[in-house]
């Protein structure tokens, strides 16, 4: 495999600089910076897996789902940060008790990210009104501007409200909605190739983001059984479609790195798939057995190196990957071979690790990647190694 300094970082697409939430779960006001490959680590309780579920849900506006999973969490009631709205020095060193304050700003929960061209960042809210669907949180106020920090020159669109309102190449506003219901972002509802383009950019590209929490192994796992076969350069969230995605490597991907990757895991091993009839299933030969075995007859660690194989090596390339906990049901041998499968992947897109393993961390942080260790201070997450980074949200 190649070494990441043997390819030019100008190669990848557009990278996120900054991520930023405020107000979800203990992440009360956290802000980092992001690197072509990082990794997220720290003991349980944290906040590592809050990390994980804001990217995620930063995706899901793009997708219009955003509300529904937020909702699905308990709403915000549920998900907004349950301490105090300012920490005191005092509170934090202990000489004074943590005590609730009648709160000055509106509940909201705020999410964003700055690339090397774009930001965006969103806030959600409680609804105005009580109806039925009190659980489902309010887009409050959405924006995007141009380049790492929002100031009020450089915003491209903005919307307060049912109100969005896109700044033309003249330099004048246009109005592109006025009625926009509160449940629909601006991403998914007011992009326009003609009037909001920069939008429509955005939208897709956040759409092509991608995240494995859920590959499954377990005996009843999808991918251990027969499947239809069809052209698959993306693997399925759950892992279900994987032979096909392993076939679609091998005939329009990259087949040798496909083969040295299992190889550098497992020693004279390989990996091929049968197909019969239009159904698809993955077989492994290992060196000293007199036949391949099948998907269902492996182990749920090497299922998993599998699936993280046919994920990271994809023909299509997605410009930004979050993995969860990659190195769940791994032995620790298979550690170092996923570091190396993670850095070759990290060459073609922008990878986000949050583990619990400190090898895997290590193997990564020592070939360059950042790595950010998440601490609990007074119940909130915090990152105390981590560059500061100037951060603006929007206003309501």
Not at 52 to 78: D, P
Not at 96 to 103: A, D, E, N, Q
Not at 115 to 130: I, R
Not at 270 to 284: H, P, R, T, W, Y
């Amino acid at each position: 495999m190649q070494c990441c300094s043997c390819v030019a970082w100008e190669e990848r697409p557009e990278m996120i600089l900054t991520v930023a939430v405020s107000g979800y779960r203990s992440l009360r006001n956290l802000v980092l910076p992001l690197a072509p490959l990082t990794v997220i680590t720290g003991g349980n309780g944290v906040g590592k897996s809050s990390l994980y579920r804001t990217l995620r849900m930063l995706g899901e506006v793009s997708q219009g789902r955003a509300i529904s999973t937020l909702a699905s969490e308990g709403g915000m009631s549920s998900t907004i940060w349950a301490g105090p709205e300012v920490l005191s020095r005092g509170m934090k060193s202990g000489e004074v008790p943590i005590t609730g304050t009648r709160r000055s700003k509106p509940i909201g929960l705020k999410l964003g990210f700055a690339s090397e061209d774009y930001g965006y960042a969103v806030e959600l809210g409680l609804p105005a009104e009580v109806s039925a669907f009190s659980n489902d949180p309010e887009i409050k106020t959405e924006a995007i501007w141009i380049g790492e920090f929002l100031s009020r020159r450089n915003v491209l669109a903005e919307r307060h409200g049912p109100s969005v309102r896109m700044k033309s190449k003249t330099g004048s506003w246009i109005q592109v909605a006025t009625s926009l219901p509160p449940f629909d972002s601006m991403m998914t509802h007011a992009a326009d190739p003609k009037d909001a383009w920069e939008l429509l950019h955005l939208r897709d590209r956040m759409r092509n983001w991608r995240f494995y929490d859920q590959l499954r192994t377990d005996r009843d796992a999808p991918a251990r059984k027969q499947q239809i076969g069809t052209r698959t350069p993306i693997l399925a969230s759950d892992g279900s479609d994987l032979a096909a995605a392993i076939q679609t490597i091998r005939e329009i991907g990259d087949p040798a790195t496909l083969d040295e990757t299992v190889r550098d895991a497992f020693p004279d091993s390989s990996v091929e798939v049968q197909a019969k009839d239009g159904l698809f299933i993955l077989n492994m030969r290992q060196h000293g057995l007199l036949r391949p075995l099948s998907t269902a007859e492996l182990s749920d660690g090497t299922l998993r190196y599998l699936l993280l194989v046919a994920a990271l090596l994809t023909p299509r390339p997605p410009s930004l990957m979050v993995l969860n906990e990659p190195e769940t049901s791994l032995h620790p041998d298979l550690i170092p071979p996923l570091a190396r499968l993670i850095k070759e992947a990290s060459l073609r897109s922008q990878i986000v690790v949050v583990s619990h393993n400190q090898v895997l961390a290590d193997a990564l942080s020592e070939d360059g990647a950042l790595a950010h260790r998440l601490e609990k201070d007074i119940g909130e997450t915090v990152a105390p190694e981590a560059e500061l980074v100037s951060w603006s949200w929007p206003k309501r």
